[in-house]
């Protein structure tokens, strides 16, 4: 199991994650309660949608804009930057005194999350090691699955508060302190990426950093994976891109499976499922009060199984076989909970309404154990260094997307074609895993360089000759592994001394 240090710093990134699904998720209860209409004075369904809309809006911006300012900045600024964004968003949201001002906050917020969970699965797969990255790496899509069911259940504990403003200012409220949470620990002790670094030419940062997050490794070890990370890294940088043209050309089959698998999850239908759950129940005629702790029970299964299979799942069975099983078991249940709603959502057997409200909940629960880490982990994974901001933040900006266009089209659809609407994606999915199936390679216990293996592109390689390395990188890094083997030979002298006989 990887040690505390590591998994500390997996834990305090996934902070970000954690925002975007507590934020995304809080939403829904908030334009809900009646305290919130009355106070926004009877907002109309245009500027009622508008909520949930310009959050999406914002979080495409925020991952395009990673783009841009995420390898400039670094991983560790970037994220301190999103910090400070999203503690403003949702100090304005809890604060709001008119519609304008909370669309604003939403505005606000949607950019920070947007590049959080654009940078957070890239910074935790470049600090993890080979063997632990998809347990680090999957605990950023546990932070999602956590937030949305934490917003889940205080929205439903909320809502039995006093008629007023507090039902909907507490949940908005809880978000703040986070954000701050989260920019003292990148400010105190979580380590910068060694790949960014040396990407920016900050070599014995790098390599600071590198000994410090593979603390599991022996000196001869940090040096041999030292040397070839920093070979592989310089090899793809000395191939300058200058365009998006030639990502495509060069890298198109790790762009294209960036993206697609980003892409894709929206297609699934899952986020118009954890939108409109509500108003599914409300189909099968479930009391108001009942619906809430049915949200609340959907939240936990969502970071139950999520969590489970991150621990004991992504780096023992491996990223393409949980892609394929999962795609292929959310068709099946897409198709079985079409029709326990078909059936039973104008009926009055309560025991057929329960196998309608358990075909969600299948869903729910086969899409974050097999899915929702393993796709945001494998985006990032599969990326060299040179690109991984850039790529990365388009694969999320068409998330956000395409999540827009179907939640959108949401309402309009169960209320013309109902569970139908589940065909759709139905067939989306199948289109999706015949993509994954064809073109998505294994990347578990491969390190990020020995991926590009993988996808076949050309790859440095160490032998006992060290012939395929830059002469100037291994006398550098010789004698630095040196040094290391002498300090700990030193080390080792003053501990002996220390603890012989004393006079």
């Known amino acids: 199991m990887a040690g505390w240090y590591t998994i500390g710093i997996a834990l305090f990134a996934a902070i970000g994650t954690f925002l975007f699904g507590f934020d995304t998720g809080i939403a829904t209860t908030t334009i809900a309660h009646q305290s919130w209409i009355d106070y926004m004075q009877n907002p109309s369904n245009g500027l009622t949608g508008a909520v949930v809309a ?23 600024r970037f994220m301190q930057l ?48 080979p063997e632990q990255r998809g347990l680090i790496g999957g605990i950023s899509g546990c932070g999602i ?56 030419g900050k070599v014995d940062a790098a390599r600071r950093e590198f000994i410090k997050v593979r603390r599991d490794l022996g000196s001869h070890e940090v040096h041999d994976e030292f040397v070839l990370m920093r070979a592989q890294i ?55 009060s009942t619906i809430l702790i049915l949200a609340g029970v959907y939240g936990t299964i969502a970071f139950v199984s999520n969590a489970i299979t991150t621990r004991f799942l992504t780096d023992q069975w491996g990223r393409r076989k949980m892609m394929l099983a999962g795609l292929s078991g959310l068709v099946l249940i897409m198709i079985y909970a ?15 309404k329960g196998f309608a409200v358990l075909g969600i909940y299948l869903y729910v629960a086969w899409y974050y154990a097999m899915i929702n880490s393993t796709t945001w982990l494998y985006g990032a994974e599969v990326l060299p260094i040179a690109l991984r901001s850039r790529v990365m933040g388009l694969a999320a900006a068409g998330h956000f997307i395409v999540n827009v266009a179907v939640t959108e089209a949401g309402p309009s659809a169960f209320a013309n074609i109902k569970e139908n609407y589940y065909y759709v994606f139905i067939g989306c999915t199948l289109v999706f895993l015949t993509i994954a199936y ?10 990020l360089e020995e991926i590009a293996q993988a996808f076949g592109d050309e790859v440095v390689l160490v032998d006992g000759s060290h012939g395929n390395v830059d002469p100037a990188i291994l006398s550098k890094d010789e004698e630095a592994a040196s040094m290391t083997r002498i300090e700990d030979k030193n080390q080792a002298k003053t501990s002996a001394t220390s603890t012989g006989p004393t006079t």
């Not at 073109?439 to 216990?445: A, D, G, H, N, S």
């Open 438 to 447: 064809f073109y998505f390679p294994e990347t578990r216990r491969k390190t």
């Open 82 to 129: 999103l910090c400070i964004i999203v503690t403003i968003g949702t100090v304005i949201q809890t604060a709001s005194i008119s519609i304008g001002m909370f669309l604003a906050g939403r505005v606000i917020a949607g950019i920070a999350v947007g590049g959080m969970v654009a940078t957070v699965p890239i910074y935790l797969s470049e600090i993890s090691a």
């Open 338 to 352: 079409s029709v326990m709603q078909h059936v039973f959502q104008n009926s009055n057997n309560q025991i057929g």
């Open 234 to 288: 310089e090899f793809e940088m000395s191939r300058e891109i200058k365009s998006y043209r030639e990502v495509f050309r060069l890298f198109g089959r790790r762009a294209f499976v960036s993206i697609i698998v980003q892409t894709m999850t929206s297609l699934t239908g899952i986020n118009v499922i954890q939108y409109y759950q509500t108003t599914l129940y409300k189909s099968l005629a479930i009391p108001q």
């Open 145 to 200: 699955s956590f937030g949305t069911m934490m917003s889940n259940w205080v929205g439903a504990a909320c809502s039995a508060a006093p008629y007023g403003p507090v039902q909907w200012r507490l949940p908005l409220g809880i978000q703040i302190p986070w954000g701050i949470i989260m920019f003292i620990g990148l400010s105190t002790f979580m380590p910068d990426s060694p790949r960014q670094l040396l990407r920016n």
């Open 54 to 76: 310009v959050y999406i809006a914002g979080e495409a911006v925020g991952a395009i804009g990673q783009t841009f300012i995420g390898d400039k900045l670094g991983r560790i």
